[in-house]
Structure formats: C-alpha cells, structure tokens
Nanobody
C-alpha cells in the first residue's frame, strides 16, 4: 500500500518560512517524479513544483520561483519543500504527489499552511 504523508505545515507570519516534508512508503521512491501542489479555499488545485527521480529536472510554478525550493532524499524516501518569504496568498493545503510519465499516480492527504498578514 502506497502512502504519502506530509508534515511541517502550520501558521506563520508574512515573510516567514516553513519547510514541508513528504514521507513515502510502499513504492520504489527513487523511480518516481515527486511534486508539490496546493489548494486554497474556493480555488482549484495548482502546481507548485516537481523534481525528477534523480533530483534534477526541477520545475517551479512562476509564482514560486526564487521563494520555494524542492528537494528529495531518495535514501530516506522523502521530498521537501522549503518555502521562504511566505505571503498570505500562499495560504493553502499543500499536498505531495508521486508519478511517472506525466501522470500523478499517488497523493498525500495534505498539510495546512496559513500565512497571517
């Protein structure tokens, strides 16, 4: 059974930082592309970033470039999202996903990030 479990969310003031983690089990972690997505209340889910199986092939959504950093530790089956200079508009549920061939096969439940102004 595949599980993706996010952690590290919380409440932070504008300008602050958080580091999200996503621990995976039940899959050949190092063979998957790992991604982060977010969904704000009343809005559609949006792409944040992804990283290829080797830690390369990294892509960010335009709004996150320069503020967010995705990384992975294959030996620990974990992917991270370092978020700096957070703003109220970054408030959302952040979820990780694992996939291949441009399809996301597995999803975590998400972790809430709330940024106060």
């Amino acid at each position: 059974q595949v599980q993706l479990v996010e952690s590290g969310g919380g409440l932070v003031q504008a300008g602050g930082s958080l580091r999200l983690s996503c621990a995976a089990s039940g899959l050949a972690f190092s063979t998957y592309t790992l991604g982060w997505f977010r969904q704000a209340p009343g809005k559609a889910r949006e792409f944040v970033a992804h990283t290829g199986w080797s830690g390369g092939n990294i892509l960010y959504a335009d709004d996150m470039k320069g503020r967010f950093t995705i990384s992975r530790h294959n030996a620990q089956n974990t992917v991270y999202l370092q978020m700096n200079n957070l703003q109220p508009e970054d408030t959302a549920v952040y979820s990780c996903a694992a996939g291949k061939s441009r399809r996301w096969d597995y999803w975590g439940q998400g972790t809430q990030v709330t940024v106060s102004s």
